[in-house]
């Protein structure tokens, strides 16, 4: 390998101000030199050499991850995103666009001095950039998280001057591009900060400081214990029950027998269940998310057991939406979305295959299987001819788009069906693949979407899987979807509200 700086250049002619600020640069870099902070000499070598090529910060990730809270899964991914994005800015303009020679070692005690000397350019600094990139990007989805890689992110910076690599410029420009960086992805990409659902309509909910009145029903098949322990200690004087998922709905209905609110913690399946309960006995809802999607409590706004107790103890809530089906005399509620078509058949050749071969290649094979069908699962008759459909989907509440992000919604009571139809014809993946990149637009070639109150079909054959929050069942013939306004009262915080006081 070849070093980035070509010694045969001419150097450039004088230049008063570049001349002193290059001055004052190689002073400070001294200084630094001549310095000896206790310890340091030993750790700020192996910190700096742990953040080559990013491993520092794959394994900081890999440990937000591994605490399995939502918002911390995100941070990690915000933050190797970021990194990903300064890597690569700095290595394709940034150490090609200013050929600085690396500081002169002179000055460095040898025992600060990194076995491996980089070769190429100086300015900017690659790993300045990561670091802060990494923890800008950690910090915009989590404060908190973020203050706690900040400190070992600022140190690999200064090691990088401390080791002799770097003069201070460069590592302030890499920390400055990498920062860019992750305010960058978040522009591709918002917080879940950025988009706050709104406190309308909020509702009346009791407030029960330590708990006292609520019915937890935790779904054991949800991995919910590690939740229902915090909630316990959050909360002492609730009542937490934990059962099977096949005794979830019984549990419900003694739960709601004696409970002042009815809590649940499980997936959108058994939120569902919950919210069909609530509904009937007039209770309101909490909602501790504890499956894999969640769907419905992200939506809402609660993410964890800290935000569920704050609304809880200060007695915040709002009403939200609720949709409908009936098909016969079948009738059903969803919170997220009703479907027909490919994803009902998708669903039913997992499941038919995740016992034998695991739940992902389940899914794959699934996919492979439903799509290279040569049939199409619904037809619609417009003006005398039947058209076949792919896929058509309704959604409980408008699903927007910012940037590359999913659809979420952003008002869970705005009184609207968010329908959309995804057109038949060949190559299916292509088709379904285009009008999931379509977004929300009102109509593509591939795809029309439409938001109203109630959507009434006609001539769906009797036993059409259907779809709603991942629960599976079939048709009794035509199906009629419809809204309930603000039908359901569930616990959010709200926003602007402080944090809940602490229960010991």
């Not at 209770?283 to 800290?306: C, K, S």
Request: proline residues 8%; hydrophobic residues 45%; aromatic residues 4%.
């Amino acid at each position: 390998m070849s070093p980035d700086v070509d010694l045969t250049a001419p150097t450039p002619g004088p230049h008063p101000v570049r001349d002193g600020f290059l001055e004052l640069d190689r002073r400070l870099f001294e200084a630094v030199a001549a310095r000896h902070w206790p310890g340091a000499d030993h750790l700020l070598p192996r910190l700096s050499r742990s953040a080559n090529h990013g491993v520092l910060w794959c394994a900081a990730a890999a440990a937000l991850a591994a605490s399995r809270t939502p918002r911390a899964r995100r941070a990690a991914a915000r933050g190797l995103a970021s990194l990903g994005l300064a890597s690569l800015t700095i290595n394709t303009l940034g150490k090609r666009s200013v050929r600085r020679p690396r500081p002169v070692l002179d000055p460095v005690p040898l025992v600060r001095r990194l076995k491996r000397q980089p070769i190429t350019t100086s300015f900017p600094s690659g790993h300045a950039a990561s670091a802060a990139a990494f923890a800008t990007g950690v910090a915009l989805e989590s404060p908190a998280w973020g203050a706690a890689v900040a400190p070992v992110a600022a140190a690999v910076a200064v090691s990088r001057v401390y080791t002799g690599v770097h003069f201070p410029s460069d590592v302030l420009a890499g920390a400055a591009l990498g920062a860019g960086a992750a305010f960058a992805v978040r522009g591709l990409v918002p917080t879940r900060a950025q988009i706050v659902p709104p406190a309308r309509p909020r509702a009346d909910v009791p407030a029960l400081p330590e708990g006292e009145g609520l019915v937890m029903v935790a779904n054991r098949g949800s991995g919910t214990a590690d939740r229902v322990r915090a909630l316990c200690d959050a909360l002492p004087r609730a009542e937490v029950v934990e059962c099977e998922p096949e005794e979830v709905g019984a549990e419900l209905e003694r739960a709601a027998g004696r409970a002042r609110v009815l809590g649940v913690c499980g997936g959108d399946g058994t939120v569902n269940a919950a919210a069909r309960i609530a509904l009937r006995h007039g209770l309101p809802l909490a909602v501790l998310p504890g499956g894999t999607l969640n769907h419905f409590a992200y939506d809402l706004g609660v993410e964890d057991v800290r935000n569920l107790c704050r609304a809880v103890v200060r007695g915040e809530g709002v009403r939200v939406d609720v949709g409908r089906f009936s098909s016969g005399d079948q009738q059903g509620i969803f919170l997220n979305t009703f479907s027909l078509g490919v994803y009902p058949e998708l669903v039913r050749e997992r499941e038919r295959w995740s016992h034998r071969i695991g739940g992902w290649p389940a899914g794959v094979l699934a996919a492979v299987r439903v799509l290279r069908a040569d049939r199409h699962p619904l037809h619609a008759e417009v003006k005398g001819r039947s058209h076949p459909l792919w896929m058509l989907f309704a959604g409980n509440g408008t699903y927007h788009r910012m940037g590359l992000a999913p659809g979420r919604r952003m008002d869970l009571a705005d009184g609207q069906l968010d329908v959309r139809v995804v057109h038949g014809g060949r190559r299916p993946a292509l088709r379904l693949l285009s009008a999931a990149l379509a977004g929300p637009l009102t109509r593509s070639p591939a795809h029309a979407a439409v938001q109203v109150g109630r959507l009434h079909l006609t001539g769906v054959a009797a036993g059409t899987l259907l779809a709603y929050d991942g629960e599976i069942t079939e048709t009794q013939g035509d199906l009629t979807l419809e809204k309930l306004p603000e039908a359901l009262t569930v616990y959010r915080p709200l926003p602007g509200s402080r944090p809940a006081p602490t229960v010991v």
